[in-house]
C-alpha cells in the first residue's frame, strides 16, 4: 500500500489530505440525498404524487427566483443582465415540461419499488448507462467492461427478480 501511495504521489501533484475533504462533503451529500429519498417515500403513503412534484417544484422554483432574480431590471452597467429571446423562453418550457414528466415517473418508481431499490437504481451514472450500451450494442468492448455489463445487468434482473409481492394481502 505504501508503494502505491508513493507512486501516485510522484505522479500525482495533490494529497490525500485535500482530496480527503471533498470526499467527506460527498458521503455527506449522499447520505442526504438518501435520507431524502426515504423521507419522500414516507411522504408519498400520506400526500398525492402530483401535490408533493407539484410543491417541491414550487419551492425550489422559489428559491431560485430569488437567487437568480430573473425581472431584475435590464438597465444596470453589466451586460450579464440581458433578457431571454422568445426561443430560449420555450426552449425552458420544453426542458421544463420534459423535467417534470420524468421527476413524475421517478415518484411513481419510488411508490413502486421503495427507496432501497430506488436509491440503488438512480445512483446509476448516465456514464455507466451508456458505456454498457456501447458495449452490448456494437461490440468494441475489453473483456473487462464486458464483465462490468454482465454485472450491472444481474444486479439489475436480480433487484427486478427478487420483488416481494405479498400474494395473500392481494387475495
Not at 508513493?6 to 485535500?18: G, W
Not at 437567487?67 to 421544463?96: D, E, F, G, M
Amino acid at each position: 500500500m505504501d508503494d502505491y501511495l508513493n507512486q501516485s504521489n510522484r505522479n500525482m501533484s495533490f494529497s490525500f489530505n485535500a482530496v480527503a475533504q471533498f470526499l467527506f462533503i460527498l458521503l455527506v451529500a449522499k447520505f442526504f440525498k438518501s435520507f431524502g429519498i426515504y423521507i419522500c417515500y414516507d411522504l408519498l403513503k400520506q400526500i398525492h404524487i402530483v401535490q408533493l412534484l407539484f410543491f417541491c417544484l414550487l419551492i425550489a422554483s422559489l428559491v431560485y427566483f430569488v437567487l437568480q432574480r430573473p425581472l431584475a431590471s435590464s438597465n444596470s452597467s453589466s451586460s450579464s443582465n440581458k433578457t431571454l429571446s422568445r426561443y430560449q423562453y420555450l426552449k425552458i418550457v420544453k426542458y421544463s415540461v420534459i423535467q417534470t414528466f420524468i421527476k413524475l415517473l421517478w415518484l411513481f418508481g419510488l411508490t413502486q419499488c421503495g427507496p432501497f431499490r430506488t436509491t440503488l437504481i438512480y445512483e446509476q451514472s448516465e456514464f455507466v448507462i451508456l458505456c454498457a450500451l456501447k458495449a452490448i450494442f456494437l461490440s468494441q468492448s475489453n473483456p473487462t467492461r464486458s464483465r462490468g455489463v454482465i454485472l450491472l445487468l444481474t444486479g439489475t434482473l436480480i433487484l427486478l427478480a427478487f420483488d416481494y409481492d405479498d400474494i395473500r394481502a392481494k387475495v
